[in-house]
């Protein structure tokens, strides 16, 4: 089938590739949570992950301050918490309590871990050297916990303007990839 040509500003609704996170960053008696899709894995062992944080975010002034975050990943019970997160901003509003999420605490970073996300990643921040030409943060991840119970998250995947892709479906097919 013949392909029509594609608007550029709409690229990354065809890249996105992983889930929908919620970033928590802790700074004294403040804490905050933003969503992020712009995210990259960059090694296997210890796990590197980039990441995007526009310097409009609040987030991105603490993770800058603390170089610590936790990477929590939410499905689809969550998703309106999630959005809601992803368009407003900590700097004058604690989103916690504003959309029902509870913190917990981590074991190697100050940012708080989400309890009704089925993972949580917590990091360190541990290259900035491409923070000022692209908000590209390297993070490592120092410590992950996972909510054994969820065999098939329905995590979310964005697609651009409020649209997601939902995941779900596990193949398995012969390969020799790690
Ligand atoms: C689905 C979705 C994905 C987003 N992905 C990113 C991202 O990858 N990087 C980023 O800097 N902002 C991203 N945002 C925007 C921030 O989450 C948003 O600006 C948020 O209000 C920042 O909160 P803060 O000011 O409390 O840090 C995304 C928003 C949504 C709704």
């Known amino acids: 089938m013949p392909k029509k040509r594609f608007p550029l500003a709409k690229v ?3 890249l996105e590739p992983g889930p929908v996170l919620l970033l928590t ?3 004294g008696a403040q804490s905050n949570a933003m969503v992020l899709s712009w995210h990259t894995m960059l090694e296997f062992e210890p796990p590197l992950v980039g990441c995007v944080v526009s310097s409009r975010n609040h987030s991105y002034a603490l993770l800058r301050a603390t170089k610590e975050c936790v990477l929590n990943i939410p ?3 969550i998703a309106r918490q999630v959005v809601g997160c992803g368009n407003s901003t ?3 509003l604690d989103k916690f309590g504003k959309f029902g999420l509870t913190r917990r605490a981590a074991t190697r970073v100050s940012a708080p871990l989400i309890d009704e996300c089925f993972a949580s990643l917590e990091c360190r921040v541990v290259d900035t050297g491409m ?5 590209f943060f390297v993070l490592e991840v120092v410590a992950a ?3 054994a119970q969820v065999r098939n998250p329905r995590t979310l995947h964005h697609r651009g303007y409020g649209r997601f892709m939902v995941a779900g479906e ?3 097919l012969p390969s020799r990839m790690r």
Do not use: N, P
Not at 131 to 135: D, L, N
């Open 12 to 14: 990354y609704g065809l």
């Open 170 to 172: 596990t193949v398995k």
């Open 145 to 147: 916990w996972v909510d």
């Open 25 to 27: 960053t802790a700074k």
């Open 75 to 77: 499905s689809l019970e």
């Open 90 to 92: 900590g700097a004058r």
């Open 131 to 135: 923070v000022r030409k692209y908000s």
